[in-house]
């Protein structure tokens, strides 16, 4: 597991409308890459067709090349099916499946891929709930609704979900936005203990967390109102931080815009 | 903050042997199938009797279904085959469902459709005998028009201020109990309502059977579903226009009557409009309240009156042909009537949504 | 909606009062107090229309009840009129039940296949209209459908009838006597009733289904799932009550529906499992085709039938009812 992306020339589209024209980065494997900008710059639509969830909304479309470890998930043989079971991705907004327990959330994605014996399903379940470090507070009770958690644990547990059919990569869109700031503290600590076996991408209003949690970072903005967003540029976290190579960046870093 | 110390699952298993391209079925397979499937079909209808163009359509479809769940579950996977198997089976579900709208339509038209003409629209079936043809449906139109005409009259009036008390001032136990009673009423049979009618009118107060009594039955079954749509529709209004109204010192009623329901008003009118169309349909009160006649009654509160709805159900039960055909005709005129409204009402819901 | 009206500032300047003194002495306009009373009142008179309903069909029903001389809920013969007087409803709320359970069956499936259809399957633009259509089923008047029932569905019906017959005799439901004309059979007056009560449960449903998050469906949609998969991880689950209470509803009109089981079914008193034998009777369309031949204590049995008739839909509506509203509280709670 924990594949590389390369991305090449990527536009995304809503039916006429271009909203990210060219963005073109390779994302390292068992590293965090967080995708930073101003509201509607398009890094939330770029962080969506790396597993191809935003083909989903309709008249979104996409060009360009985005290879999971040299393979185009964009080849007209690839089953998107495939590639979302490679990929997985946290929303912004904890999503846990209401109807079902605990448990089966965490073993949703198990379930589709064919019948397993018990056993081994109550451990991927316990393995994976660890991995999200939430099994020490809901072992007790693995049977009682997914949605009956506060906001902190109802996002771990979508991770635990996430992690528990073995992606090769992690995308977060915002995981932390919905959060109070020490379930926040949680979900970055678990990133950083995640991205010892997975590839990470995250998308972040909140540059601090950007700075905290991520190795590399991409800076993502608008020309002007009605403009496609573009990558202005992606680099070590410490570099963009510190000394970027772009004004625009700089500008927003410092807080000058945005 | 706990420590991860399990490994992650399947660290060294995975890695390498997924595969994101799966084998797909291309279209030329599954259309392939389809000729196949019909090809079977005509193989089987040879050796056993399936009757009508109804059963081999039936049998092809089942057919190609078998077949294509078959080949997409060696080709592509179970998961696979499962998915095609319920997407054809919702898409034959959908068929399924329009198949009697467009046979009910195809059959009236067909059967009746050739004693529609001037005759037929504007004569009654007074002094026509069973095996006469001739004569026409005036009467019944007549009945029809005005019985809706007056239901709509009481029922609308009574429904909307319901539904402005329930959205407006309805609070506590009783806006609970009123809106309990609404569903409560919409789900009354319409032979309860004729006969909750009939035992009042006609057993209680020893009235005659008129236009009129079935009217009544008509208003009880028309002022649910008044209700029903007219609070939807005031409940879409926004609170910030009541608001805003209210903070121009415009008093509570007056803020209703020129606010809230002129704003919801497209939606109010559509609501009646298919309320009415509804009742124009009903027969079941009015077997048991119009009285029988086959000459024209102008006049609703007294004597019997036809409808059409009665006209189509007394000749569907006679045994000679000629009054089949004008059961037909007959159901032609009240399908027309009846869907023109309605079709009207969901015109007039996308004008005032459009503009 | 508000586009078309004038800028609501012009209306509401018309509408300000002048300016007044602030106390007038009475706490509430007595515009106020008259429109309140007149919404409050048009609610009461709803109220009194059922209470009315029922106690004049009780009414009316104790005196045939009296008069019977056999059990009113076990006895399946109707002969009120004759002395002694002998009538019973056992026949009626089997063939009710019977004719509206087969058109459950049926129309169930097809009904959530077709909500399914018009909210997850069909293209967006095309949904809207497509739904219109399903609901213009629900516009044709019922007396329609017994038409066509009668002299297009019931002879196309014959040779499936046939079929199942000759194959699936050995099953009871399926068993005929010798000679059925497999014409006017509890089975047809089922089909019947099952296309007419499809629209309403379609159109429940659908909205159920339009009302699943996206949230949920995009964590399934995330996890890798196909269509098929999305819809059972995170659709029927959160429509499951609502596909329930449609059921209902859409029982609850089969159970009263009149003239179109009055003009399909060839109507006896028995009790019988074979469907694909005429015969039966339901409460609705016993009432339509004996009023006219009741004497007085006939038409009291007849309204007596009808109060049964009332009050198990009533039930079923409640039930119905009642599962819609929990399901709206659960959602609610869930964010």
């Known amino acids: 597991m924990a594949k590389s992306i390369d991305v090449s020339d990527l536009s995304i589209y809503y039916g006429k409308f271009c909203a990210v024209q060219g963005v073109s980065l390779t994302i390292e494997p068992r590293s965090v890459t967080a995708f930073i900008g101003p509201s509607g710059c398009g890094k939330s639509s770029v962080l969506r067709t790396l597993n191809r969830m935003h083909e989903v909304v309709p008249g979104a479309w996409s060009s360009g090349k985005v290879l999971l470890d040299g393979e185009d998930i964009y080849s007209p043989s690839v089953d998107p099916v495939n590639v979302r079971r490679a990929i997985g991705m946290v929303f912004q907004k904890p ?120 190795d590399r970072t991409g800076f993502f903005n608008l020309a002007g109102v009605g403009q496609p967003g573009r990558l202005i540029e992606i680099d070590n976290t410490q570099r963009i931080f510190s000394n970027p190579a772009e004004k625009a960046t700089e500008d927003y870093i410092s807080g000058r815009f945005g | 903050m706990s420590i991860l110390k399990t490994p992650v699952p399947g660290a060294s298993t995975l890695s390498g042997t997924s595969t994101l391209s799966g084998a797909r079925l291309r279209r030329g397979t599954l259309a392939l199938v389809a000729v196949g499937a019909i ?194 529709m005031l409940k879409l209004v926004p609170d910030s226009l009541r608001e805003a109204s209210y903070a121009l010192g415009v008093p509570k009623w007056r803020t209703i009557l020129k606010v809230v329901v002129p704003t919801a008003v497209p939606g109010i009118v559509t609501g009646i409009m298919l309320g009415v169309a509804r009742v124009m349909g009903e027969t079941a009160p009015l077997l048991l309240l119009n009285g029988f006649t086959s000459s024209i009654n102008f006049d609703p509160f007294s004597g019997p009156q036809a409808a059409l709805p009665l006209i189509v159900w007394d000749q569907a039960g006679r045994p000679n042909p000629q009054s089949i055909t004008r059961a037909w005709g007959s159901a032609l005129v009240l399908i027309v009537m009846v869907l023109l409204l309605n079709l009207g009402a969901r015109a007039l819901a996308r004008l005032s949504r459009t503009r | 909606m508000s586009d078309e009206q004038p800028p609501i500032e012009e209306v509401l300047a018309t509408l300000a009062p002048a300016p007044a003194p602030l106390s007038t002495g009475r706490s509430v306009r007595p515009g106020d107090r008259i429109f309140a009373v007149l919404s409050g009142g048009a609610s009461l008179t709803l109220l009194l229309i059922i209470a009315l309903i029922a106690a004049f069909l009780l009414y009316r029903s104790i005196p045939a009840v009296r008069a019977d001389t056999t059990n009113f809920l076990t006895t399946s013969a109707w002969f009120p009129d004759s002395t002694p007087s002998t009538f019973g409803i056992a026949a009626l709320a089997w063939g009710t039940l019977l004719s509206s359970l087969i058109a459950l069956v049926l129309a169930v499936p097809v009904a959530v296949g077709t909500a399914l259809f018009i909210a997850h399957f069909a293209p967006r633009r095309l949904a809207q209209p497509l739904a219109y259509l399903v609901d213009l089923l629900a516009a044709v008047p019922s007396v329609i459908y017994g038409l066509w029932g009668l002299f297009f569905l019931v002879p196309q019906m014959v040779g499936l009838q046939t079929w199942l017959a000759d194959h699936l005799g050995w099953f009871p439901l399926f068993s005929v006597g010798s000679g059925s004309t497999f014409k006017q059979t509890m089975l047809n007056a089922g089909v019947v009733l099952a296309v007419m009560i499809l629209p309403i449960i379609s159109a429940v449903t659908r909205e159920v289904f339009l009302q699943v998050p996206r949230d949920h469906v995009e964590a399934a949609q995330a996890l ?5 998969e999305v819809i059972r991880l995170a659709v029927l689950p959160f429509g499951r009550p609502g596909i329930i209470s449609a059921s209902m509803l859409g029982l609850g009109r089969a159970l009263g529906e009149t003239v179109a089981i009055a003009l399909v079914l060839s109507t006896n008193y028995v009790i019988s499992w074979k469907i694909l034998e005429p015969g039966g009777n339901t409460f609705a369309a016993n009432i339509a085709l004996q009023y006219g031949y009741a004497a007085d204590l006939g038409t009291n049995a007849l309204i007596a039938s009808g109060l049964v008739l009332f009050v198990i839909t009533l039930v079923v509506n409640i039930v119905a009812r009642g599962v819609i509203a929990r399901r709206r509280e659960f959602a609610g709670a869930a964010g």
Request: glycine share 10%; aromatic share 8%.
């Open chain 1, 95 to 214: 999503n846990p499946f209401p109807t079902m327990s605990i448990y089966d959330n965490v073993a949703a994605g198990l379930k589709l891929q064919g019948r397993r014996p018990r056993r081994e399903l109550d451990e991927i379940v316990e393995r994976s709930l660890r991995a999200a470090n939430l099994w020490e507070e809901v072992k007790d009770r693995l049977e009682r609704p997914g949605a009956g958690l506060s906001g902190g644990q109802q996002q771990r547990l979508c991770i635990a979900r996430a992690i528990a059919v073995e992606p090769e990569v992690l995308l977060m869109d915002e995981p932390c936005s919905a959060l109070d700031p020490i379930s926040t503290l949680a979900i970055e600590d678990l990133i950083e203990q995640l991205k010892e076996h997975y590839t990470i991408v995250i998308v972040t209003h909140n540059m601090q967390q950007a700075a905290r949690v991520s």
């Open chain 3, 224 to 228: 890798g799932a196909t269509r098929w």
């Open chain 2, 39 to 232: 090809a079977v079909t005509g193989l089987l209808e040879t050796f056993t009797p399936v009757s009508g163009w109804a059963g081999s359509v039936l049998m092809a479809a089942a057919v190609y279904l078998v077949g294509q769940t078959v080949i997409s579950f060696l080709v592509e996977g179970r998961r696979h085959a499962l998915d095609r198997l319920v997407t054809t089976a919702v898409y034959a579900a959908f068929a399924l469902a329009m198949l009697p709208l467009g046979a009910v339509l195809f059959k009236v038209v067909q059967r009746g459709g050739g004693l529609i003409n001037g005759t037929f629209l504007t004569h009654s079936l007074r002094n026509i005998g069973p095996t006469d043809t001739g004569g026409g449906v005036y009467h019944g139109i007549v009945g029809t028009l005005e019985q809706a005409a007056l239901a709509s009259l009481i029922s609308i009036p009574l429904a909307m201020l319901t539904a402005i008390y329930l959205v407006e001032y309805g609070r506590g136990w009783f806006a609970r109990l009123v809106t309990f009673f609404v569903d409560v009423m919409t789900g009354v049979p319409s032979i309860v309502a004729g006969l909750f009618i009939f035992t009042v009118w006609v057993l209680m107060l020893g009235l005659n059977r008129s236009g009129f009594a079935a009217t009544l039955a008509l208003t009880i079954l028309m002022i649910p579903i008044v209700v029903r749509s007219t609070e939807e």
